[in-house]
């Protein structure tokens, strides 16, 4: 192994975050103003979650799931803060990794990237999946044909993200704009339907049921790292990155909270006991054509939300090869202004893959959703950990990493069994160190 790892290759100075808006020694200037920046994270974060969750949550706590996603807003606050936090001083295409990587070694950086390269793709045929399940449902064909619709769905994304930021930022302004929309008509349309009695008894599942809500909006809440290996391409960040989060989590938490309190109000006892569960909603108050509108616009969430992690898988995986925990060759892109096209097609063959294990398995969506979400969670700890090591200590930015520190935690403790996979992945990691100080350790012919 090389005894150190290169440099990041951020926009500006790494250490203080300054200097992106004059462009880098390349003339690139970064693009993503304080407009994209904030659909970027609402896509991230909002995205196909609003198309299941609430539902499911209300399934498994009754009214008890309205404290689930509160619970979950509090989470998002420290959470979200801590990686703006991090973004705004070190804009890097690793992300997580590379915030890892200077406060705990390469080794940790290599596991928090495996987990989000190998682990959080897991849940792309997952986003695919519940878009196609709405525009099957409203056309009335077979719901077979979802399977063969939603890998369909993804594929304008990578097209998107090979032209680059420029291109797919501006077109994610306007999914993300899609996106906050479908929620607030559903919520106006669906709400004169709801009924006193679907809010009591408040917990009719107990605490347990509101800790099994949490544990599946924890997949709805993911998202707020996906932002930081694009963070090089943001104007003046350690303005833009802070504003956009802290309005991602005022436009997020309100959708969600809305959503799952008509959700309740409306569907009751009958919540998540069909696929589709936004076109139930909107067929109690609706005019008949408000369902084709719904399942439109939910195929473009999908398209919204895979728009904004095939550019961040694409960045961290030019980033992983950049600093040698893939090969080399998939570096390209990982330079300020690049755009990461060999890494992009890695992600491709991911996805691809993994795909074909949705198929074998008969679409089944529970494990990838909870190999998605273990991945995340173990992402977050490592994150949140090098946070406290990075930031200026009892600042702001170092104070919601403490506490996002013990929310993880807890976080960890619900993953249970579900994080073999991780930790498959972190013993591969160990092993490419492993590797590579015995080559640097043979002499040389």
Same mark, same amino acid.
């Given at each position: 192994?090389?005894?150190?790892?290169?440099?990041?290759?951020?926009?500006?100075?790494?250490?203080?975050?300054?200097?992106?808006?004059?462009?880098?020694?390349?003339?690139?200037?970064?693009?993503?103003?304080?407009?994209?920046?904030?659909?970027?994270?609402?896509?991230?974060?909002?995205?196909?979650?609003?198309?299941?969750?609430?539902?499911?949550?209300?399934?498994?706590?009754?009214?008890?799931?309205?404290?689930?996603?509160?619970?979950?807003?509090?989470?998002?606050?420290?959470?979200?803060?801590?990686?703006?936090?991090?973004?705004?001083?070190?804009?890097?295409?690793?992300?997580?990794?590379?915030?890892?990587?200077?406060?705990?070694?390469?080794?940790?950086?290599?596991?928090?990237?495996?987990?989000?390269?190998?682990?959080?793709?897991?849940?792309?045929?997952?986003?695919?999946?519940?878009?196609?399940?709405?525009?099957?449902?409203?056309?009335?064909?077979?719901?077979?044909?979802?399977?063969?619709?939603?890998?369909?769905?993804?594929?304008?994304?990578?097209?998107?993200?090979?032209?680059?930021?420029?291109?797919?930022?501006?077109?994610?302004?306007?999914?993300?704009?899609?996106?906050?929309?479908?929620?607030?008509?559903?919520?106006?349309?669906?709400?004169?339907?709801?009924?006193?009695?679907?809010?009591?008894?408040?917990?009719?599942?107990?605490?347990?049921?509101?800790?099994?809500?949490?544990?599946?909006?924890?997949?709805?809440?993911?998202?707020?790292?996906?932002?930081?290996?694009?963070?090089?391409?943001?104007?003046?960040?350690?303005?833009?990155?802070?504003?956009?989060?802290?309005?991602?989590?005022?436009?997020?938490?309100?959708?969600?909270?809305?959503?799952?309190?008509? #959700? %309740?109000? $409306?569907? +009751?006892?009958?919540?998540?006991?069909?696929?589709?569960? !936004?076109?139930? /909603? =909107?067929?109690?108050? @609706?005019?008949?054509?408000?369902?084709?509108?719904?399942?439109?616009?939910?195929?473009?969430?999908?398209?919204?939300?895979?728009?904004?992690?095939?550019?961040?898988?694409?960045?961290?995986?030019?980033?992983?090869?950049?600093?040698?925990?893939?090969?080399?060759?998939?570096?390209?892109?990982?330079?300020?202004?690049?755009?990461?096209?060999?890494?992009?097609?890695?992600?491709?063959?991911?996805?691809?893959?993994?795909?074909?294990?949705?198929?074998?398995?008969?679409?089944?969506?529970?494990?990838?959703?909870?190999?998605?979400?273990?991945?995340?969670?173990?992402?977050?700890?490592?994150?949140?950990?090098?946070?406290?090591?990075?930031?200026?200590?009892?600042?702001?930015?170092?104070?919601?990493?403490?506490?996002? #520190? %013990?929310? $993880?935690? +807890?976080?960890?403790?619900?993953?249970?069994?579900?994080? !073999?996979?991780? /930790? =498959?992945?972190?013993? @591969?990691?160990?092993?490419?160190?492993?590797?590579?100080?015995?080559?640097?350790?043979?002499?040389?012919?």
């Amino acid at each position: 192994m090389a005894t150190a790892p290169p440099a990041p290759a951020a926009s500006g100075d790494p250490a203080t975050g300054e200097g992106p808006t004059s462009g880098d020694a390349a003339g690139h200037a970064p693009s993503v103003g304080l407009a994209q920046g904030t659909a970027l994270y609402i896509a991230a974060v909002l995205g196909t979650g609003i198309l299941v969750l609430p539902a499911l949550a209300a399934e498994a706590a009754g009214p008890g799931s309205i404290l689930a996603v509160i619970a979950l807003i509090g989470l998002s606050i420290p959470l979200a803060g801590t990686f703006a936090a991090l973004a705004a001083r070190f804009p890097d295409a690793g992300g997580v990794a590379t915030f890892v990587r200077l406060a705990l070694g390469p080794t940790a950086a290599r596991m928090s990237g495996y987990w989000f390269f190998f682990g959080v793709t897991v849940g792309a045929p997952v986003v695919g999946l519940l878009g196609a399940e709405y525009v099957v449902a409203v056309l009335g064909i077979e719901r077979w044909v979802a399977l063969v619709l939603a890998p369909v769905l993804l594929v304008p994304p990578f097209i998107l993200n090979a032209f680059g930021l420029r291109f797919s930022g501006r077109a994610q302004l306007v999914l993300s704009g899609l996106l906050v929309v479908i929620v607030v008509g559903v919520v106006a349309v669906a709400a004169p339907a709801s009924q006193a009695s679907n809010f009591s008894p408040l917990l009719p599942h107990g605490w347990a049921g509101v800790g099994l809500a949490v544990s599946l909006f924890v997949w709805a809440f993911a998202g707020w790292e996906a932002v930081t290996h694009i963070a090089g391409e943001f104007t003046r960040p350690r303005r833009t990155i802070p504003l956009a989060t802290a309005i991602a989590i005022v436009v997020v938490g309100a959708c969600y909270l809305g959503l799952q309190i008509v #959700t %309740v109000g $409306v569907l +009751g006892d009958r919540a998540g006991s069909s696929p589709v569960p !936004l076109l139930d /909603l =909107v067929a109690e108050t @609706a005019p008949a054509w408000g369902k084709y509108v719904v399942a439109t616009i939910a195929a473009i969430v999908a398209l919204g939300v895979v728009n904004t992690y095939v550019a961040a898988l694409a960045n961290l995986g030019a980033s992983l090869g950049r600093d040698g925990h893939l090969p080399r060759w998939f570096a390209k892109g990982a330079e300020a202004g690049g755009v990461p096209r060999r890494a992009l097609l890695l992600v491709a063959l991911l996805v691809a893959l993994y795909f074909a294990a949705f198929f074998v398995t008969g679409g089944v969506l529970t494990p990838f959703i909870l190999i998605h979400t273990s991945s995340m969670v173990s992402v977050y700890a490592l994150g949140v950990v090098a946070a406290l090591r990075l930031l200026p200590r009892f600042g702001l930015g170092w104070w919601f990493a403490a506490v996002s #520190t %013990v929310l $993880v935690a +807890g976080l960890i403790l619900l993953a249970g069994a579900n994080l !073999l996979v991780p /930790l =498959v992945l972190a013993v @591969a990691a160990v092993v490419v160190t492993v590797v590579q100080r015995v080559r640097a350790t043979r002499p040389t012919r």
